[in-house]
């Protein structure tokens, strides 16, 4: 006889247990075993536990190849699922084998298992494997499937429903539960305070601040006592959540036409723009992409967004203010250029819209669009792409949690008609139209933050704390997929010799960037570099990118006046004739304001089952060599968070978002 032990782990989270019966059969290269009860005394499959089952044979199978899974009834017990975590098995001469699942089962389900050392398709040695894999990759191509809602946007996958979503790609139920507590209580509370259902203009600011009464933080407050301030509304361009708009300017726009006269009492004593832009102190906005959208209806008459120019300038303390505001894109009459010398209220005002159209644009392109939708193809190119035991599948699966399931339900709440996006100035289709450009003009480095910050003439500006934290980032977490890739493809030929993972990068080149041959996305991968880069895209976008542009929502657009979705009366055309009446009638109503409060704290929240950058809790790799590199990758992340937490000690306005202890290993909210 030949003894097996198969020590067998249940997930630890809600309801991962089961009462039925589960039967393993083991297949080697000299045989299988007969199917085998799982079966020792007391309750098997507890959530969190790991026990240890014998299975006999007649004889040693030789090398084990699967391990197949059986669920079935016990007695008249309800129908449940069970989350197997993975099964680790001994074989009788000594060797130790990892078996990975991370599943949910159903009853009357198979499931086949492979383990072992990571395997690419060129290098299965037996026909059952290959069988298996190509069965497997079968199966998954014809459940994932590829929906086109737009020809010009990234594709999604075909699920209409969370409900469905494969389990194990879903939230989890402590998950679920978190999120309806939280949109129930934020209901609660904005209702209890009179603001849903009140279509009054808001009289002043001290009213507004009702709304943060309950849910204020360090920096929303300090946002709500400093957004008209210049030089607070010149930082939150370089470290809010939307630092990717700006550039450095060597050379105005021609259809942007501020003179020396008009900036230079913003400058430095004795100085001139000219010689602030040799000097590589100008900076500029162009919102060109805004030009000729339409926007939505609103009480029977179109709505404005601004789609002009802002010149910002770092002044000798390091200050990046803004010195001139053009609110659309051709100079006229009706179109002025706004000083910060001129009214209060007019400056205010002009500040005010830039503002607007430049957040419509920060949630439409630089949050849904390049991390959301960029992700979601990148969830479903590697599900049917790669097989559970190719290498990158398991790299990358840990960093796709939830991306499904959040987009699934975020098109559904934030993008329907009385959705709180499709209630800003553009609307559901001006949206749209914006991401329908932003992609036309995509390119890969623009997604690659070193290329992005060159490309943008921002290496030298001081205060960026975006740009230092998020380079760090993108090192350490290229020094990880180096070890990982180097150690999987030896040679550039293996990559080349990868069918399974050109497959996955032409399609991610096809329904990601619609097949763009301009944007420098590659279609076909050929040396070991161009694989380790184009996965430190990948992670580095579904995680630090995503945290970036994510969470610091409550903090800086809780103060809805700071950045609103919505204005209701058009920009002003004219100097002089504002006042603070003209302020409260754009801004929008209370209920609105409720409104758009609401989604930023339930897109702000964090929640008790989240995996932070670096952790994988799940055990897919069964090689030392990988497993040191997660170790070390961990370490580097470690003392990143350490740097970031001395540096934020020392500012009155901490830039925490990139803290490796503040992101989320995937775009899961």
Sequence with gaps: MAEYKLAVTTGNMKHAGTMDRIYATLFGTEGQSEQTELDNSGIDFKSGSTRTYTLNTTMSLGKLLLLKLEKDPFLCFPKDEWYCSKIVATTPEGDVILFPCYQWISRGEIVELRGGKAMKAFEEEHPLLTEHREKELRLKKSFYTWEVVDEKIPHKSHFKDASEIPAELRFSLSRTEEVTYKKRMAGVELKFKGLLGNNKQWKTFEDMKKILSSKKTA??????????????????????????????????????????????????????????????????????????????????????????????????????????????????????????????????????????????????????????????????????????????????????????????????????????????????????????????????????????????????????????????????????????????????????????????????????????????????????????????????????????????????????????????????????????????????????????????????ESYTDVVFLGEYPDERFDEVAAKQTIKEFQADLSFLSEDITHRNSQLEVPYTYLDPNQIENSTSI
């Design 219 to 604: 920096i929303s407050g300090y946002v709500a006592e400093h957004w008209k301030e210049d030089d607070f509304f010149g930082f939150q361009y370089l470290n809010s959540t939307n630092p990717n708009v700006i550039k450095r300017c060597s050379e105005l726009p021609p259809n942007f036409p501020v003179t020396e006269e008009m900036v230079k009492p913003f400058l430095e004593e004795g100085s001139s723009l000219k010689n602030e832009m040799k000097k590589g102190n100008i900076f500029i906005r162009d919102q060109k992409i805004m030009d000729g959208i339409p926007t939505r209806i609103y009480n029977g008459e179109s709505l404005h967004v601004t789609t002009g120019f802002c010149l910002f300038y770092m002044n000798p303390e390091n200050k990046l203010r803004p010195i001139a505001i053009q609110l659309q894109q051709q100079p006229s009459e009706q179109n002025p250029i706004f000083l910060p010398s001129d009214s209060e209220t007019d400056w205010l005002l002009a500040k005010l819209f830039l503002k607007s159209t430049d957040v419509m644009e920060y949630q439409a392109v630089h949050h849904l669009l390049n991390t959301h939708f960029l992700g979601e193809v990148f969830t479903v190119a590697t599900l049917r792409c790669l097989p559970m035991i190719h290498p990158l599948y398991k790299l990358l699966m840990p960093h796709f949690r939830y991306t499904v399931h959040i987009n699934t339900e975020g098109r559904k709440i934030l993008l329907n008609p009385n959705g709180p996006l499709s209630m800003s100035s553009l609307g559901y289709e001006g949206l749209m139209e914006v991401m329908r450009r932003s992609l036309s003009e995509m390119t890969y480095s623009s997604l690659c933050l070193p290329e992005n910050i060159t490309a943008r003439g921002l290496e030298s500006v001081p205060n960026f704390y975006y740009r230092d934290d998020g380079l760090k980032l993108w090192r350490i977490i290229n020094s990880f997929v180096t070890g990982m890739v180097e150690h999987y493809y030896p040679s550039d030929n293996d990559v080349c010799r990868d069918t399974e993972v050109q497959e996955w990068i032409s399609e991610i080149f096809t329904r990601a960037f619609i097949g763009n041959k301009h944007s420098g996305f590659p279609a076909s991968l050929n040396t070991g570099e161009e694989l380790i880069n184009f996965l430190t895209m990948v992670i580095f976008t579904v995680s630090a990118q995503h945290a970036a542009v994510n969470n610091g929502q409550f903090d800086y657009h809780s103060w809805m006046p700071n950045g609103s979705l919505l204005l209701r009366k058009p920009p002003p055309t004219t100097k002089g004739q504002s006042t603070m009446e003209n302020v409260f009638e754009a801004l929008p109503n209370v209920e609105e304001t409720a409104s758009f409060a609401a989604m930023i704290w339930l897109l702000s």
